[in-house]
């Protein structure tokens, strides 16, 4: 019977990626910056599912063995030099933002009332044109822009950097001559 334990024991598959866990849910050392959760190189504790499902996936954060953090400690200053270029061409990129304008052209009526709205997507694809790589998630807009005029944007960067853009909405541009004028041959 001995024999049969160990023969079942070596065919139940187990699992070889099990995270460790800490106190606390699973100890993570973060290989990237993750927004509300802690900065590179810092050793974590996050619940597995948050673990196994998107940090370690995505690249994010790895498992916290000796090894990483011993390393981690050992390159503390090149992350630090690293972390603090980021950050400069963050303020460098905000700086650039503050001085841009943007036009974001709308359908309105005679009165200056957008006939649908302008919101972060709209902006977003208006600062990819301008060559300004922003997502729609960092456009912090209070509501949606429904009238014609000159709105200032805020963007968030990341690490606590906010830049702000000048918008302009300005009526779509309609060719006045294209209207139905057919001649009728008798």
Do not use: C
Request: glycine share 8%; net charge neutral.
């Amino acid at each position: 019977m001995a024999n049969t334990k160990t023969k079942n024991k070596a065919t139940i598959p187990h699992r070889s990626k099990r995270l460790p866990k800490g106190p606390h849910g699973v100890e993570l050392l973060l290989v990237q910056t993750v927004e509300h959760l802690g900065k590179q190189g810092d050793v974590v504790q996050v619940r597995p599912g948050y673990a196994s499902n998107y940090l370690v996936p995505q690249g994010l954060a790895t498992v916290a063995s000796d090894h990483h953090k011993r390393m981690v400690e050992k390159h503390r200053a090149q992350l630090e030099a690293i972390e603090k270029a980021h950050l400069a061409g963050l303020q460098t990129l905000a700086i650039e933002l503050a001085r841009q304008s943007i036009t974001i052209e709308a359908n309105a009526n005679d009165e200056g009332h957008l006939y649908g709205s302008v919101g972060a997507p709209e902006v977003a694809n208006a600062l990819k044109r301008a060559s300004f790589h922003i997502a729609a998630d960092q456009v912090r807009l209070l509501g949606p822009l429904k009238e014609l005029g000159l709105y200032t944007v805020a963007i968030h960067l990341g690490h606590d950097i906010d830049a702000e853009v000048k918008v302009w909405v300005v009526p779509s541009v309609t060719e006045e001559g294209a209207t139905d004028t057919k001649e009728t041959v008798s």
